[in-house]
Nanobody, 124 residues
Framework: EVQLEESGGGLVQPGGSLRLSCVAS????????MSWVRQAPGKEREFVAS????????YILDSVKGRFTVSRDDAKNTVYLQMNSLKPEDTAVYSC?????????????????WGQGTQVTVSS
């Protein structure tokens, strides 16, 4: 059974940092691209960051470039999202997703499993 479990969310002040983790199980993690998506209340889901197999390629949403980085540790079956200089507009539920392929894409149908998500709230 494929499982994706996110952690690391919480309440942080503007300008603060959080590191999200997504621990995967039930499939050969190193073979697949992974992504982070977020959804804020009343807004559409958007892809925030993606990382391909062997970390050969990454994608970062324009609005978070220079502030967010994505990485993976295949030995730990974990993908990370380091978020720095957080802004109130980053408030959302952040989820990880498993790609059907070794490369990332921004099409939701190319992902077959999604985690439950972790809440990130940026507020003073």
């Amino acid at each position: 059974e494929v499982q994706l479990e996110e952690s690391g969310g919480g309440l942080v002040q503007p300008g603060g940092s959080l590191r999200l983790s997504c621990v995967a199980s039930g499939f050969p993690f190193s073979n697949y691209a992974m992504s982070w998506v977020r959804q804020a209340p009343g807004k559409e889901r958007e892809f925030v960051a993606s990382i391909s197999r062997l970390s050969r390629s990454t994608y970062i949403l324009d609005s978070v470039k220079g502030r967010f980085t994505v990485s993976r540790d295949d030995a730990k079956n974990t993908v990370y999202l380091q978020m720095n200089s957080l802004k109130p507009e980053d408030t959302a539920v952040y989820s990880c997703a498993k790609s059907r392929d070794h490369t990332w894409s921004l099409g939701p149908r190319t992902y077959d499993y999604w985690g439950q998500g972790t809440q990130v709230t940026v507020s003073s």
